[in-house]
């Protein structure tokens, strides 16, 4: 027969058999003794949770893709020792996929009037601020058969910071440097813009570089050679509008050009240059002045680590009298942005004039690399018509580009994995050939 009311719940509890009508609750209390005093036993020997003292330690940033460790300490001060499920929660973005679970949860043993270390380990999986949130303590009784729960909030921030995975390419671009600075055996070729020695003509020396009195003094033909000049200015403007969230492949746009970034920003600081920061959509979003060659890196990825694209149009006259503000006077401006046509056309042309008259303009922007695998595409009809599509799309990146060129603007136009060193190679000989 079907139970309901107070019999379902005496069944439930097991003082009575199924089909039987409930005895008294009197009965029922007698019969239940003593489990209800084992329980509240129990539950009375159980370690108070609001007493808990807890405090923090550990890491406060770390490079995505790399792990964290945030260290807790929990502080039973009662009379009675803790026996407790521990759940130290923090956002989903902080941990690996499938792993939150295991990694935030802890078995605890306090004894009364001592304390444990235990240690929650992270692995974020985005850049940005990651905050800590409640902790959950469940504590039970030396019968486990009850248990009191109760939250706490201990703050902790870790600051997860851009990998910059290009510095892989920063040995390379030194040696090159070295080359251009004069401090290896190696001769630069072309001009630059600091005489440094003479040395004897060899055939594809630019004829430009000889030194005709040299020449005459010595009856042999001389060149002059050149080293770039040191302490220019660059301002590397990041542009965080709509455009810079996209994703082409599994990193969004605006991840890409961080990590072009804090590569010039290592090499250029190598070469004596100094590096400012400006991060801009409608305001002012990130912002580094006048950092010595220490404090560089270290400032540029603290401003960029939280940083995120805004969905909004960018302000193309507001980043041009911005950018004009923080260079005041000749600096090479490297623009991270996009080769869309529509924004260049409409909203980065028009003021252009205002930065090239001034300023050598560098316009560096993000490539899909599957537009070209779609361009390459045959075999059906969806193929070709994919790849008439991608056809079209480089087309007019290409057109933006020499629109661009035709006002004295270099362009570098890569795919995110070459974005990087095709910006330093650009930034070297822009270097080489004295426009700096």
């Known amino acids: 027969m079907a139970l309901t009311g107070r019999t379902a719940l005496l069944a439930a509890l097991g003082s009575v058999p199924v089909g039987v009508w409930a005895p008294s609750w009197a009965g ?54 803790l026996r407790a499920q521990l759940r130290d929660a923090w956002p989903p973005s902080s941990w690996a996929s499938g792993t939150e679970q295991a990694a935030s949860r802890h078995a605890l043993t306090v004894p009364a009037g001592e304390r444990r270390r235990i240690t929650t380990a992270l692995r974020p999986n985005r850049r940005g601020d990651r905050h800590s949130q409640q902790i959950t303590v469940r504590s039970y009784g030396p019968l486990g058969l009850v248990s009191r729960q109760g939250s706490h909030h201990v703050p902790w921030t870790v600051r ?43 055939p594809g020396d630019d004829t430009r570089s000889i030194d005709w009195r040299a020449t005459a003094r010595q009856n042999a033909v001389a060149i002059r050679t050149w080293r770039p000049e040191r302490d220019r200015h660059i301002l590397v403007v990041l542009d965080t509008g709509r455009t810079s969230a996209g994703r082409v492949g599994d990193v969004p746009r605006l991840d890409a050009a961080m990590d072009a970034t804090l590569l ?98 560098l316009v560096a922007a993000i490539a899909d690399p599957h537009i070209k695998t779609m361009a390459e595409s045959r075999g059906t009809v969806d193929a070709v018509y994919e790849a008439a599509a991608a056809s079209r799309t480089q087309e007019q990146r ?32 822009l270097k080489a050939a004295g426009r700096l």
């Open 28 to 81: 029922m209390l007698a019969v239940n003794a003593p489990l209800t005093l084992a329980m509240m036993c129990d539950y009375a020997l159980a370690a108070p949770v609001r007493k808990l003292q807890f405090t923090r330690n550990g890491d406060t940033s770390v490079r995505l893709g790399d792990a964290a460790e945030v260290v807790l300490t929990v502080t039973n001060p009662s009379g009675r020792p």
């Open 398 to 429: 290409r057109r933006t580009a020499e629109q661009l060129m035709r006002h004295g603007v270099t362009v570098v136009d890569a795919t995110p994995d070459e974005l990087a060193p095709a910006l330093a190679d650009a930034y070297l000989e």
């Open 160 to 202: 997860v910071l851009p990998p910059f995975t290009s510095r892989k390419h920063l040995p390379s671009r030194l040696a090159r440097l070295r080359e251009l600075d004069g401090r290896t055996s190696v001769l630069t070729r072309g001009e630059g813009t600091e005489f440094d020695s003479l040395r004897p003509y060899v």
């Open 264 to 361: 010039l920003a290592a090499l250029a600081s190598h070469a004596g240059d100094r590096v400012d920061l400006l991060a801009y959509d409608r305001r002012v979003r990130a912002q580094v002045q006048g950092r010595a060659v220490g404090e560089l890196l270290p400032s540029l990825v603290n401003a960029l680590a939280p940083l995120e694209p805004e969905l909004v149009e960018t302000d193309a006259r507001g980043l041009s009298a911005a950018a004009l503000a923080n260079a005041p006077r000749r600096s090479l401006i490297v623009l991270l942005t996009s080769l869309d046509a529509a924004p260049v056309e409409e909203g980065l042309l028009p003021v252009l004039p205002q930065l090239t008259k001034r300023h050598t303009v």
